[in-house]
């Protein structure tokens, strides 16, 4: 004798399914927040790297944007902008640079993650 279909079955499949979208949104978010910090101490790095070289190389191995530029590659991230000026004056100066990083998302794919940074170089007079 055949029984009938159980709602309960299908409240239970619901219910895992539901769970592991959950888990698959928070895996997710986790991983974006993730690689956002790793994103940001790259940017840090780049910028603080390229700061000192908009007055002299100080031993760096090429241009405030190059160095920037390696830096952020060691930390593996891809330099996207570099605002470095440079001047032989002594004044205090501000350097800009953005990096991006990318993420594997579930369910989305590849994502880039942007981070910014700034470091301010005042050379002693």
């Known amino acids: 004798m055949r029984q009938p279909p159980c709602a309960l ?3 239970r499949g619901s219910v895992v399914v539901g769970l592991g979208l959950l888990v698959l949104a928070v895996g997710g978010v986790g991983a974006y927040i ?14 603080l790297a390229a700061a000192p070289v908009t007055y002299l190389p100080y031993g760096a191995k090429g ?5 920037a530029r390696r ?10 902008r570099c605002e470095c000026p440079t001047d032989r004056s002594v004044e205090p100066r ?4 953005t990096v991006k990083k ?7 794919g590849r994502v880039a993650v942007h981070a910014s940074s700034r470091a301010t170089f005042d050379p002693p007079g």
């Not at 241009?63 to 160095?67: F, G, L, N, R, S």
């Open 63 to 67: 241009t405030p944007t190059q160095e």
């Open 9 to 11: 079955n299908d409240e």
């Open 102 to 108: 990318f993420v594997r998302l579930p369910l989305i």
């Open 34 to 47: 993730g690689t956002y910090l790793a994103a940001s101490s790259a940017a840090d790095a780049a910028a």
């Open 71 to 80: 830096f952020a590659a060691a930390n593996r991230a891809v330099l996207i």
């Open 94 to 97: 501000t350097v800009r640079v």
